[in-house]
């Protein structure tokens, strides 16, 4: 029978628990990980960078996803100087299919301030590196603690659910309640000894053993100490927290050829701020309404956002797709420019620029493209 850990009510402070459990629970994390753990290229070389590059490719990315893309990432910019000396453009399309571009941004940014202000070295501090752009307090305690050994915690979705379970915390992981418990016993257990092993530890059971579904209580080194196990609802934590809301955003786009039979279609780089910022995208506009006339609207959106007057076609295709927030209907339709050699497109009132792109060049030279508009490319591709 699985032993239950005290329980955390209101007048037990976290890290008086954890000092309880600490020397016990942090030795059986640590002999799991050391013969569960998964190879992967961060940890067999783990630089400052390297750990740099993948935490913050791993922010809302899944392991198997990343791999891939950190190794082309790592080729093409095999330090910070090289990352730092890359123009925002080539950072982009080396990011490009991972989503969230926001990141790469800022992560582009810092590594120029890095240069500046570092020498080019990575800094070692907590508080150093909270000041850079993109690093918040998880990713700061991931590099400290795994790329310089340094008594630092990390805090991500898989360490709040396995603390969450471990301890049958009573708050929503993201509540500020929540927060504040979880980040003052990830800090209470961080050994001195390997914090790198330990928060590594942590974050492989969340991904591998103590899943959102399912958890594999059986394979678990925590299992006679974890509280949600003892009452036989393991899954019923971390407790769930209000839903966001996620709003309807309908929207139309263009194929438009340069003329006909030629494979080169007309894109535009996306403004420098907000949604999708700085992407290139098939040239179109969001609807003032769910019931505004589709055509209409997409002939104008040519007009005003590139100054190319057309006449729209048949439509093509319909994408669905889901950000943090929005959840995004958009329709496509072809689209013929009314003057039958258009000039080179020039940006007007939205895009930053726009061009004629033959799609399907080799990554290192297309422009960058949202995962989005790799959906829409296939969709149209499949009309
Ligand atoms: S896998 Fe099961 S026993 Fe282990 S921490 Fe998660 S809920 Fe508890």
């Known amino acids: 029978m699985p032993r239950a850990s005290p329980s955390l009510d209101s007048d037990q402070s976290a890290p008086a628990v954890a000092a309880e459990l600490a020397d016990d629970l942090v030795c059986a994390l640590r002999g ?6 998964r190879r992967l290229p961060w ?3 783990p630089s400052p960078y390297r750990v740099w590059v993948s935490e913050i490719m791993l922010q809302q990315t899944q392991v198997q996803t990343v791999l891939p893309y950190f190794e082309r990432f790592l080729a093409a910019f095999p330090d910070v100087a090289a990352l730092a000396a890359a123009p925002e453009e080539v950072v982009l399309a080396r990011w490009a299919g991972l989503g969230y571009y926001r990141r790469a941004r800022h992560l582009h940014e810092a590594a120029r301030r890095v ?3 570092h020498g080019g070295r990575v800094p070692t501090s907590v508080e150093a590196l909270l000041a850079l752009p993109g690093i918040g307090r998880y990713t700061a305690g991931a590099i400290a603690s795994i790329a310089y050994g340094q008594r ?21 992981p993201a509540s500020s309640a929540g927060q504040r418990r979880l980040w003052a016993l990830a800090e209470a257990l961080v050994p001195a000894a390997d914090p790198s092993a330990h928060n590594q530890a942590l974050m492989e059971l969340g991904a591998l053993v103590c899943t959102p579904r399912a958890p594999a209580c059986s394979r678990c080194p925590l299992a006679d100490r974890c509280e949600a196990l003892a009452l036989g609802t393991p899954e019923a934590f971390p407790r769930a927290g209000r839903k966001p809301v996620v709003k309807p955003l309908f929207a139309v786009a263009a194929l438009v050829h340069r003329h006909a039979g030629s494979a080169e279609i007309l894109l535009g780089k996306r403004p420098a701020d907000g949604l999708l910022a700085g992407l290139w995208e098939l040239p179109g506009a969001e ?4 019931r505004a006339h589709r055509r209409k609207a997409l002939a104008r959106a040519l007009c005003e956002r590139a100054d190319l007057p057309a006449a729209i076609g048949d439509h093509l295709a319909t994408v669905e797709h889901q950000f943090t927030h929005r959840h995004l209907r958009l ?8 003057d039958p050699a258009p000039p080179a497109p020039r940006p007007a009132a939205f895009y930053q620029a726009l061009a004629w792109v033959a799609p399907g060049a080799p990554d290192g030279d297309a422009p960058p493209l949202s995962t989005l508009t790799r959906k829409v490319l296939a969709a149209v591709e499949r009309a």
């Open 115 to 117: 240069m500046a202000a």
């Open 32 to 37: 799991w990980y050391f013969t569960h753990q």
């Open 331 to 338: 329709e496509i339709f072809s689209a013929t420019p009314l």
């Open 287 to 290: 609807l003032a309404s769910p």
């Open 43 to 45: 940890r067999d070389e």
């Open 152 to 172: 630092a915690a990390v805090l991500d979705g898989n360490v709040a659910r396995v603390l969450s379970r471990v301890f049958a915390l009573p708050d929503a």
